[in-house]
């Protein structure tokens, strides 16, 4: 090409760009349009979904829209019936048999440090605040990897050693051989996370107390008629005192459980609140990417999003729980409004632009983006992990340790029931996290370690496929979850001789391996080991010194009413960062619809049930692309706290100076497994300095106390234990 030929076609290519902005205008033009239809449609099928006659199917002919759509925007209108929508399905695995098994492995030696090589980083898009639908709900499953994870209900020992019908082992995904495992050790294409150059909006927002009538407005409470308390006469009341109101947080009533005994379900109760017909209020379905939000239905912590029925681009208002950010616990609107403000004050101190947004969830990860480095090596970013990689953490890596110990392990009398509770024990775990993506190791690669270099990888943030056998004469509570079929999902078995293949974080492994009551055996089939990080940590610092002021305040100001609202607001804290962390893990949804017998149904659905009008199904919708999803991490640190729970290291410096966990307590003693804490038939010799992650005595229940055999059996004794230390005073 000559000059004369270049200069030609960089005139024609100006011609060409003139042209395609001309288009591009013209587009968008056309989507505004659309999108104006769009919306103008789906407030008329929340509008119908008024009438009590409304029917889905007929609705989402006459507009066009699928049955799953119509269901997105009402869910109230969803055929489903209510047993099909409760009725959860069993675990779904494809595991693959591991090519080789290492030998099996012996105390580990000292840990050494030794960074793994770290992924490239890509750019992502804007995070928006976004409401999932209704319907939309987390997935057991990735494409093509596995079961969900979800966090364990309580699981009986009995039903570990003897298994009720219908649970039995579950397997679990491994990470296939050749090309298809490659992208278990790769990123997402142009999906990373980014530090955001916006400021999130501050919302006006009041707080309404429906059993009382009372609302709290800036400085001010107004007494308010909230007639029927629906949501359209809540609204009109809240906005008649307070105009331009964004978002109202319920403290208490609970106006959506109002009739609750004429439905089938809480939730189903719950739908039909949200969508009461009103001739002032419509469902508010966002626009662009927040386009079909509506409402959440949820038992306890729904979301309603409302817009005036006469003003189709007008202002959306959020109706609220106050419980998504802790739990008021009879404390009055004023408090409750103060908590909101001690808290946005705390947080301000560390970030300068913190914002309360809708959740504490969307508050954590916000937060969080705003500590992304800004030099150094991830300046740009952190890689959002693939697809394949995402599903199986998801499929492995489970959450907080939930398990009811019945007898004979422990006595059909229990001489007493003592509750000790991890202090903000979450913050503790946040100090490493791994970063980039992984390396993969196979069972010859680790067979192939020294014994030093296996201590070290298991010790650094890795992921690990075993085979467990429990040791002949092991007499305490199992130490690694096993997957089972069913609701359970997980178990932890402790009956000498039990073998079970499962998934587990390094350091729960490392703990099977070195406790000090007698090692178990353990074969490693494959693993993940990924770079040791810190990108949790600031974020974790920030919060940690935020709740400190908290709760320092709430021992020492002056004012009853302060101290109890800086309480508060130290439980909100806990909240921005229990439920940020969880955000992170972003599950794959599950969507589920129906369609009219006789017609084709949707690709790639799994049949639920029929009648003699409807097919309803299920289908997995996969990951949305978002560019804060990070289930390495919330893996990583779910698995730390879960091995806390079992031991635990007091250091001062670097010197350990004690110890606490269920293995140091007497074998047959351990009762109960909640998350964070754990309870016991007698008190425990360990110091509790006010630290995250330090066990405190939160209640003591003198015995003798019969054993309870469910979950709602031992809460009531634990209410009973709370009480009676209050009463007694502690001295730990």
């Given at each position: 090409m000559d000059r004369k030929t270049y200069t030609a076609e960089l005139a024609g290519l100006r011609e060409l760009r003139t042209e395609i902005t001309a288009a591009a205008k013209t587009v968008a033009a056309a989507q505004k349009e659309l999108d104006k239809l769009t919306g103008q449609r789906a407030r008329r099928v929340a509008g119908l979904a008024g009438y009590e006659g409304a029917q889905a199917p007929a609705i989402a002919k006459a507009s066009g829209l699928t049955l799953a759509d119509v269901v997105r925007i009402a869910p109230l209108l969803d055929p489903t019936p209510a047993s099909v929508r409760a009725a959860k399905t069993d675990d779904k695995a494809a595991a693959e048999p591991a090519v080789?098994?290492?030998?099996?492995?012996?105390?580990?030696?000292?840990?050494?440090?030794?960074?793994?090589?770290?992924?490239?980083?890509?750019?992502?898009?804007?995070?928006?605040?976004?409401?999932?639908?209704?319907?939309?709900?987390?997935?057991?499953?990735?494409?093509?990897?596995?079961?969900?994870?979800?966090?364990a209900p309580i699981v009986p020992v009995a039903a570990v050693e003897r298994p009720a019908a219908g649970v039995g082992p579950r397997e679990l995904p491994t990470i296939p051989e050749g090309p298809a495992g490659a992208r278990f050790e790769a990123a997402t294409t142009g999906l990373v996370s980014k530090r955001p150059p916006y400021t999130q909006q501050a919302r006006s927002t009041v707080f309404l107390d429906v059993a009382a009538g009372m609302l709290a407005v800036r400085d001010q409470v107004v007494r308010v008629d909230l007639g029927a308390r629906t949501p359209g006469e809540i609204l009109d009341a809240v906005l008649a005192s307070a105009p331009g109101t964004e978002r109202v947080y319920i403290t208490a009533g609970a106006p959506w459980h109002d009739g609750a005994e004429r439905y089938s379900t809480l939730k189903d109760a719950v739908a039909a609140w949200l969508n009461t017909p009103s001739e002032r209020w419509t469902t508010a379905v966002g626009s662009g990417r927040d386009r079909l939000a509506g409402h959440f239905v949820h038992q306890r912590q729904p979301v309603g999003r409302y817009a005036p029925a006469a003003a189709s681009d007008g202002p959306v208002t959020e109706i609220r729980s106050m419980g998504e950010w802790f739990d008021p616990d009879g404390a009055d609107v004023v408090t409750c409004r103060d908590a909101f403000r001690l808290l946005w004050q705390a947080l301000r101190r560390h970030w300068d632009d913190a914002v309360l947004m809708g959740s504490p969830s969307q508050t954590g990860r916000d937060l969080w983006s705003r500590t992304i480095p800004t030099t150094g090596k991830w300046a740009g970013g952190y890689p959002v992990l693939s697809e394949e990689l995402r599903g199986l953490l998801h499929a492995t890596g489970g959450q907080g340790r939930t398990e009811l110990i019945l007898p004979p392990r422990v006595p059909e009398q229990l001489p007493a029931l003592v509750e000790y509770d991890r202090t903000f024990a979450y913050a503790?775990?946040?100090?490493?996290?791994?970063?980039?993506?992984?390396?993969?190791?196979?069972?010859?690669?680790?067979?192939?370690?020294?014994?030093a270099e296996q201590t070290k990888a298991l010790m650094s943030c890795s992921h690990w496929n075993v085979r467990v056998t429990v040791p002949a004469g092991w007499n305490h509570v199992g130490l690694l979850p096993a997957p089972v079929t069913g609701d359970r999902a997980w178990v932890y078995p402790s009956e000498p001789g039990a073998t079970f293949t499962t998934w587990a974080g390094g350091a729960e492994v490392h703990l099977a391996l070195s406790n000090h009551l007698m090692p178990w055996k353990v074969e490693v089939l494959g693993g993940l080991l990924f770079e040791d990080g810190k990108p949790l940590d600031e974020w974790g610092k920030r919060l940690k010194a935020a709740w400190t002021n908290l709760t320092n305040l709430s021992k020492l100001h002056a004012d009853e009413r302060q101290r109890t609202a800086a309480y508060l607001a130290s439980r909100a804290v806990r909240s921005v960062l229990l439920f940020g962390l969880g955000g992170f893990a972003q599950r794959p949804r599950l969507v589920s619809g129906t369609t009219p017998v006789g017609e084709a149904l949707p690709a790639g659905v799994e049949i639920l049930g029929q009648d003699g009008e409807l097919v309803t199904w299920q289908r997995q919708a996969g990951f949305s692309r978002d560019p804060n999803a990070h289930p390495e991490w919330a893996a990583y640190v779910w698995s730390g706290a879960r091995a806390a729970l079992l031991d635990m290291k007091y250091r001062q410096g670097k010197e350990v100076i004690g110890y606490a966990g269920a293995l140091h307590a007497k074998p047959g003693t351990v009762v109960y497994f909640g998350t964070d804490g754990i309870a016991l038939t007698e008190r425990q010799m360990w110091p509790y300095r006010g630290e995250p992650g330090d066990y405190l005595l939160k209640g003591h229940l003198t015995g003798p106390v019969p054993h309870p055999v469910s979950q709602e059996e031992y809460l009531k004794l634990r209410g009973l234990g709370r009480a009676e230390l209050a009463a007694k005073g502690t001295d730990q």
């Open positions: 080789a098994v290492a030998p099996a492995l012996t105390r580990p030696a000292a840990v050494l440090e030794q960074p793994a090589p770290a992924a490239p980083v890509t750019e992502a898009p804007r995070e928006v605040e976004h409401q999932a639908a209704a319907v939309e709900q987390p997935a057991p499953a990735a494409p093509a990897v596995a079961a969900p994870v979800a966090t503790k775990h946040l100090w490493k996290s791994p970063i980039g993506t992984p390396r993969r190791i196979t069972a010859g690669g680790f067979a192939a370690m020294t014994e």
